[in-house]
């Protein structure tokens, strides 16, 4: 049976399995977005869904120490609503 990939999250330095966080990629240009797929290019870093952890996160800015650039405030507001929904949908 193969192990499931688990990744880092930048917030709180928990593994986690990859599934269940939340991939931040910034593309070659500096554009930031979420990554619903896994797959999109350019460098990716990951968040838990946990609220203090994001809050960490953003306070620290181990994102954007991630991403090697600056992470917009919309994109805050995004992830905030990517939880949201995943929530949701596990709930169902």
């Given amino acids: 049976m193969r192990k499931e990939p688990e990744r880092t999250c ?16 910034a593309n070659k240009e500096g554009q930031v977005s979420i990554d619903d797929t896994g797959r999109k290019p350019g460098r990716g870093a990951y968040l838990c869904q946990d609220q203090d952890c994001r809050a960490r996160a953003r306070k620290r800015q181990s994102l954007q120490r991630a991403l090697r650039c600056p992470v917009p405030e919309t994109i805050w507001i995004d992830i905030d609503q990517a939880v949201t929904a995943l929530q949701d949908k596990g709930e169902e």
């Fill in 10 to 25: 930048v917030g709180c330095r928990g593994i986690f399995l990859q599934k269940d966080l939340i991939r931040i990629v």
